[in-house]
């Protein structure tokens, strides 16, 4: 089983141009680099970077990647890293992050943090994320108050007992035991529970890393600590009938925060070692690629990525290999909606899909940004094998003066894509043509264009010479893909290099070429970036 990683080795320039700024305390450049929304993993890293910088002038770049960035683990970064920085200038970002934000994660976070910063202004918005749908944040928001509350506690200097005998709230990610635990408790009646836990989240020692214990007639709540007088008092007064007790206690059961972690009860070691290290999400579809042994545990594998992930509905398992001119890849359905069509988000753009009519990878992502962000004010480009549009649409959407012809031989991609045109409202800038690229561009638009995307790397190398004569007279770029092996660089450039001369061009510079993915052991779809003339 190999591990699927995007190629970030294009962002090592702007990532060691990032360390040279964090070294020289320049939250400016950091800040410009973030808000110019770059990769993943360069959004991570300059998040980290504000936050490691300890200045409050960090604060607004955080703010905004916390309101804007689309990714919810960057969103989650920032509100973590406004935790730490505990600057009071952070809140109203955190409050409305918390109560607002689509991501669990992100309203988890943020509620958290308000905890650490501890400023009063969060505690009406604390109270509100006490009613959030989900538990998680439910309980990051009660965390948080109890924090406030101890913070509290201590500016008015009221009696209270060492943190290490709580445990509770210095350390936010305590890991429970497993046994039954003694202690302190109090016992209500089980129409007072809710008055009591408010009023023992009020003063700050309700336990909740254990579970309450219920019968018939009363709750059983769990205590960090035996209740000082003052506290007795504020429960007696909301439940009169509470008795104070010690009891033996449940340790609380953690969400699940990866699907392995889900599983760990229920496969053997063995097992999850095998399991897959990462899985492909197109909208709420997960498509798992599971070795012949696991099958076995797929519809368990299944459940546990969507405990994990409530916004996956569908999981299907790869049953073939990825084949026939439309690059359609065979999928067996495991669990979830038994549908192959959804919606997916890819940097702003909306793109319909279905996995079983048209081709489309999410691990494409980057190389279509990276794409669209080389086309320049004016161009005209033609994308050969547009699949459902990811490259036209994101071009097109980038910039105000551009045509982009978008040609596919498989009619139910054509139709996707045209449906994609219009929701992403780019329809005076994309054109869909259907058909075979090599008769649309020979009948329309033969040396017009300057530049022209190749993404069909099992087979671009045929079309090569229709992709030179569909150049204007001066000569363009072509965006070449293909398949290579362990020679990868010299045996992408040769062909290409090869295949232009032939066809009687020029291949005047090669502009770039890297790894997009791997597709299977020690083999990658390759691209080259490459300025082709006309041969004399
Ligand atoms: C690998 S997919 C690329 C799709 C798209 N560029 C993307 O990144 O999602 C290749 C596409 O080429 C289309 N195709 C195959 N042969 C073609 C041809 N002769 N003319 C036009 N399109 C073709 C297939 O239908 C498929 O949608």
Redesign the pocket.
């Known amino acids: 089983m190999t591990t699927r990683m995007t190629d970030y080795s294009p962002d090592f320039d702007t990532l060691e141009k990032m360390e040279w700024a964090f070294s020289k305390g320049d939250v400016a450049y950091i800040s410009k680099v973030l808000d110019s929304r770059p990769s993943l993993v360069l959004r991570i890293h300059g998040v980290c970077m504000l936050a490691d910088m300890k200045r409050e002038d960090a604060i607004p770049a955080l703010a905004r990647a916390l309101r804007e960035d689309p990714s919810p683990l960057v969103r989650h970064e920032a509100a973590f890293a406004m935790g730490q920085l505990e600057f009071k200038s952070g809140v109203p970002s955190l409050l409305e992050a918390m109560a607002r934000d689509e991501s669990v994660l992100v309203r988890h976070e943020s509620a958290v943090a308000l905890g650490s910063i501890g400023d009063e202004r969060a505690r009406p918005g604390l109270m509100t994320a006490l009613e959030d749908v989900d538990e998680d944040v439910r309980l990051s928001a009660e965390v948080a108050l109890a924090d406030l509350e101890f913070l509290r506690r201590l500016r008015t200097r009221t009696e209270i007992q060492p943190i290490a005998e709580t445990g509770q709230l210095t350390s936010r990610k305590t890991t429970p035991a497993k046994r039954q635990v003694e202690r302190p408790s109090v016992r209500v009646p089980r129409s007072k529970a809710q008055p009591a836990i408010q009023s023992l989240i009020k003063t700050g020692i309700l336990d909740r890393q254990f579970s309450v214990i219920t019968d018939d007639q009363t709750v059983a709540l769990p205590l960090m600590r035996d209740p000082n007088e003052i506290e007795i008092d504020e429960l007696r007064k909301l439940v009169p009938s509470a008795s104070l007790g010690v009891e033996d206690f449940e340790p609380r059961k953690r969400h699940p925060r990866t699907f392995e972690e889900a599983l760990a009860e229920r496969l053997s070691p063995d097992i999850l070692s095998r399991l897959p290290k990462s899985f492909d999400v197109v909208g709420d579809i997960t498509i798992l690629e599971l070795d012949s042994g696991l099958a076995v545990y797929e519809t368990v594998i299944a459940g546990a990525i969507m405990e994990v992930h409530p916004n996956v509905r569908a999981v299907f398992a790869k049953s073939g290999e990825?084949s026939g001119?439309?690059?359609i890849r065979p999928l067996r359905y495991i669990a979830g909606e038994n549908r192959t069509h959804t919606i997916h988000k890819e940097y702003g753009c909306l793109f319909k899909v279905d996995l079983s009519k048209?081709?489309?990878?999410p691990r494409?992502s980057t190389?279509?940004q990276r794409v669209a962000q080389m086309v320049e004010k004016g161009e005209r480009v033609i994308?050969?094998?547009?699949?459902?549009?990811?490259?036209s649409i994101l071009t097109a959407k980038r910039l105000d003066e551009v045509r982009v012809e978008a040609?596919?031989?498989?009619p139910q991609?054509v139709e996707l894509l045209q449906e994609n045109v219009r929701a992403n409202k780019v329809e005076s800038k994309v054109h869909a043509h259907f058909?075979?690229?090599?008769?649309?561009i020979r009948k329309e638009l033969f040396q017009s264009a300057s530049r022209v995307?190749m993404?069909?790397?099992?087979?671009s190398k045929d079309?090569v010479k229709e992709a030179c004569a569909a150049l204007q007279p001066s000569g363009g770029t072509i965006h070449y893909?293909t398949f290579a092996g362990e020679n990868w660089e010299t045996d992408s450039r040769n062909d290409i290099e090869h295949v232009v001369k032939e066809s009687g061009y020029v291949a005047e510079r090669v502009l770039g070429i890297h790894r997009v993915r791997e597709v299977a052991p020690m083999r990658w779809q390759v691209a080259v970036d490459l300025e082709v003339a006309r041969g004399q």
Request: charged share 20%; glycine share 8%; aromatic share 16%.
């Open positions: 990825v001119a439309e690059r048209a081709f489309f990878s494409l190389e279509h994308d050969m094998f547009a699949g459902v549009g990811p490259f040609i596919d031989s498989n991609a058909g075979d690229a090599r008769e649309v995307i993404n069909h790397p099992s087979a079309f893909y």
